[in-house]
């Protein structure tokens, strides 16, 4: 069965960094992108970035362009959110998503499989 | 950037009732490219509707999805117990983007 599970929340000061992994199982990763979405305590589900399933392209939200970084291993079937600069207000809950389809057509696209979530929090 | 606009806030229903979500967009979404998610506290969002109105795998057929362009609606033909949730539509015809989110509660 398809399993996305995130790791590397935690707690940060602002402008520190963090690392968010996310370990896929059950399906082909190399033949699918992957999208990380978050979630701020009590509100609704932010769009971050994707990553072809290539790695050839990357794709962000204006709020984290030049600040986050997506990148991929598919040897460890793993993605990865390396986090910079991090402001108060990207203390949320980090979900990694896939997509529906696989292939190029990955990016525009509804997400059929979530991970659990994990915490980042940026608090002085 | 399309901006989703979801209403009501809050729906306050009983169990066996009929519901109507909606979700209106700033600008027509291309393709019809607009998806539904349920989400439960403490739980990651499950995908009820892609391309507006086809049911993902495993949904109940008391889910349904309709509408076009800029304006689109989720029904839950009778309300059951684990149907307590909240409910996020997504556009994926330029960029992506979620609503603001509809949350159905226990009258």
């Known amino acids: 069965q398809v399993q996305l599970v995130e790791s590397g929340g935690g707690v940060v000061q602002p402008g520190g960094s963090l690392r968010l992994s996310c370990a896929a199982s059950?399906?082909?990763?190399?033949?699918?992108?992957i999208h990380w979405v978050r979630q701020a305590p009590g509100k609704g589900l932010e769009w971050v970035a994707f990553?072809?399933?290539?790695?050839?392209?990357?794709y962000y939200a204006d709020s984290v362009k030049g600040r986050f970084t997506i990148s991929r291993d598919n040897s460890k079937n793993t993605v990865y959110l390396q986090m910079n600069s991090l402001r108060v207000d990207d203390t949320a809950v980090y979900y990694c998503?896939?997509?529906?389809?696989?292939?190029?057509?990955?990016?525009?696209?509804?997400?059929?499989?979530w991970g659990q979530g994990t915490l980042v929090t940026v608090s002085s | 950037e399309i901006v989703l606009t979801q209403s009501p806030g809050t729906l306050s229903l009983s169990p066996g009732e009929r519901v109507t979500l909606s979700c209106r967009a700033s600008?027509?979404?291309?393709?019809?490219?607009l998806a539904w998610y349920q989400q439960k506290p403490g739980q990651a969002p499950r995908l009820l509707i892609y391309?507006?109105?086809s049911r993902a795998t495993g949904i109940p057929d008391r889910f349904s999805g309709s509408g076009s362009g800029t304006d689109f609606t989720l029904t839950i033909s009778r309300l059951e117990p684990e149907d307590f949730a909240v409910y996020y539509c997504?556009?994926?015809?330029?960029?992506?983007?979620f609503g603001g989110g509809t949350k159905v509660e226990i009258k």
């Open positions: 998503a896939r997509p529906s389809l696989g292939g190029y057509g990955g990016y525009q696209c509804d997400f059929d499989y």
């Open positions: 990553i072809r399933f290539d790695g050839s392209n990357e």
């Open positions: 391309g507006a109105s």
């Open positions: 600008q027509s979404v291309s393709s019809n490219y």
């Open positions: 997504q556009q994926y015809g330029s960029s992506l983007t």
């Open positions: 059950g399906f082909t990763f190399s033949s699918y992108g």
